[in-house]
């Protein structure tokens, strides 16, 4: 049973960065896309960024360019650096794991970590 940990979030002035953290409890599958969305108040779930298995990478328009999104697999780890932080980056950000296991759809989410860009 993979559980996914955030980390990273808290308040920062617009133009600052802050790097989230997505810690797995067992092992992040090279075959597995890990995923970080956000949601603000009163809106929908938004998908941020993607890494897929085999390493490729994908943003959201509002973000491309400010966002980079890696992993370590060594170490369970996903990490979403954010720079040139913007007021409407203010969200609580998921983490989300989407994989398959004996032809089974897995699918794992952490609990969510708060950003605050404010001044």
């Known amino acids: 049973q993979v559980q996914l940990v955030e980390s990273g979030g808290g308040l920062v002035q617009p133009g600052g960065s802050l790097r989230l953290s997505c810690v797995a409890s067992g092992s992040i599958s090279s075959s597995d896309g890990m995923n970080w969305y956000r949601q603000a108040p009163g809106k929908e779930r938004e998908l941020v960024a993607v890494i897929t298995g085999g390493g490729s990478t994908r943003y959201a328009g509002t973000v491309k360019g400010r966002f980079t999104i890696s992993r370590d697999n060594a170490k369970n780890t996903v990490f979403l650096q954010m720079n040139t932080l913007k007021p409407e980056d203010t969200a609580v950000y998921y983490c989300?794991?989407?994989?398959?296991?004996?032809?089974?759809?897995?699918?794992?989410w952490g609990q969510g970590t708060l950003v605050t860009v404010s001044s």
């Open positions: 989300n794991l989407q994989g398959v296991r004996s032809f089974r759809k897995l699918e794992v």
